[in-house]
């Protein structure tokens, strides 16, 4: 099997403080499909070894964080602070990324959360991919309808601050999925045209 013919490598690499972000993470991978892979950070900021390879090796990485005091978590900075090691080797150059994020308010300045992934990216000279599907912004609008929070950047969920993850918006979630979707599918062709001779 040559690499054309391989599944698109995605890396979704996240951390969840109280569970919702996980489904998050968990419904990118389904949407990413056969070669998603799903690297939590641990509540001290760190991922697992041998998790560097991984991404060093992916297609599309997906970062994901809650929505803390107005930004990703301390634990998502601390990631993104150690990535200063791929980046200096330029491990990630030319990449495809993406994010998402999740936080208890309607607002609650999750787009300042998805403009520090767009960044973070853009310092790895990534390449981003937006959310293609119109807001959900009509009277007739319900809570469970897709990109409801109006999102183009990528996106974001709603989730009360005393509800469970069991109890997040199907639409939030489906969202997720078909950007997983659209992330693997964009780097998939991002990498078919870089095989092909000029």
Do not use: C
């Not at 490598?9 to 489904?23: A, K």
């Not at 090691?85 to 999750?110: E, Q």
């Not at 969920?157 to 992330?183: C, F, I, K, N």
């Amino acid at each position: 099997m040559n690499a054309a013919t391989l599944p698109v490598q995605t890396v979704i690499v996240y951390h969840s403080g109280f569970g919702h972000t996980t489904r998050m993470a968990a419904a990118v991978a389904d949407g990413a499909g056969t070669g998603a892979v799903l690297v939590a950070i641990d509540p001290e900021g760190n991922i697992a070894d041998d998790a560097w390879p991984s991404l060093a090796g992916a297609d599309a990485i997906v970062f994901g964080s809650p929505t803390y005091m107005g930004g990703p978590s301390w634990q998502f900075k601390k990631f993104a602070d150690a990535s200063s090691r791929p980046w200096f080797a330029g491990t990630w150059h030319n990449k495809i990324f993406g994010g998402f994020t999740n936080s208890a308010s309607i607002n609650g300045d999750k787009l300042n959360t998805l403009e520090y992934f767009v960044l973070l990216s853009g310092q790895h000279a990534g390449i981003w991919v937006g959310l293609d599907i119109k807001p959900a912004n009509v009277k007739a609008s319900k809570r469970d309808d897709l990109n409801r929070m109006g999102a183009y950047i990528a996106p974001m969920a709603q989730t009360p601050a005393d509800a469970s993850p069991e109890e997040m918006s199907p639409g939030d979630l489906e969202t997720a999925r078909l950007y997983g979707a659209r992330v693997a599918l964009i780097a998939g062709q991002f990498r078919a045209g870089k095989s092909q001779p000029l």
